[in-house]
């Protein structure tokens, strides 16, 4: 695996791939589990070659969010992402990224200020603007996110479509540990009995999934269910729990169409979120079972 942490150097090498092969990209922060590793593996299925990015983008941070104890362990990702097959990795300091001067930002209006945008201001408009860079300077043809951020997906959905961006975002399933927690850098900050307490968002998910399972259309009958299971732990506190279209992230009444059930929560000091997407299924099949790690092997 080639580790490359200039933009020109990473640009000159994507365009020699690009000439005669399919490449697919997968931008992280680092801190990699599988559920990082899942989008190599479905990019590795579907390209020639795979190029991934570590970044912790300080622009998607505000102050006094967690920036500085976001979790880093470089070589071991380094590790993970060539034992996954990855060809190419950009790891750039936030120097290269954002030199003196840079002033142009992207700013995707109305759906960034949804969801997390709402309660991490400004947290899109940095999530947006490196993903256009990203984009720009490995020029793939395909990028790789997962669906565990779902309103990243929205946002960045809409950006490539607004900006005319010639790449093709693909969305990958939600990977969980083996009790059902979605899998995040963050859990490694989680004390052990925040670790337990986490599962509440799944639970939370899981009695709202259960409700459209039995035929429950109501939105706000959904919301109640997941609002009495994050009362069921004081020390946990809820952001959101909203059930939206999965692309205007705005509110809907009922599931009918679909929906995206979303939640995002405090568990000690660490802010966690989950999500499960109804699309236009029929009631029998609706509760979909969690994607496990052992499926992502087979
Ligand atoms: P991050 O390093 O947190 O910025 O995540 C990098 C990419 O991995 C994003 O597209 C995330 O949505 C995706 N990702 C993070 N956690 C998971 C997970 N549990 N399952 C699937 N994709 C994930």
Known sequence: MQIITTAREMQQACRRVKANRRLGFVPTMGALHEGHLSL??????????????????????????????????????????????????????????????????????????????????????????????????????????????????????????????????????????????????RNRNLSESDRGRALILHRALDAASRLVGDGEMNAEVLRSAMIEVFASDANVRVDYAAIVDPATLLPVDDTSRGALIAVAAWVGSTRLIDNVLIENLRADNLVREPFFMEEVHA
């Open 40 to 185: 190599v593996r479905r990019a590795l299925a579907e390209c020639d070659v795979v190029a991934a990015s570590i970044f912790v983008n300080p622009t998607q941070f505000a102050p006094g969010e967690d920036y500085e104890i976001y979790p880093r362990c470089f070589e071991d990702d380094c590790t993970k992402l060539e034992a996954t097959g990855t060809a190419l990795l950009f790891a750039p300091s936030a120097a290269e990224m954002y030199p003196e001067g840079a002033t142009t930002f992207v700013e995707v209006t109305g759906l960034g200020d949804r969801l997390d945008g709402a309660s991490r201001p400004g947290h899109f408009r940095g999530v947006a603007t490196v993903v256009a860079k990203l984009l720009n300077i490995v020029g793939s043809d395909s990028a790789y996110f997962g669906q565990k951020d779902a309103a990243q997906v929205a946002v960045l959905r809409a950006m490539i479509r607004d900006l005319n961006i010639p790449v093709e975002l693909v969305a990958c399933p939600i990977v969980r540990e083996r009790d059902g927690l979605a899998m995040s850098s």
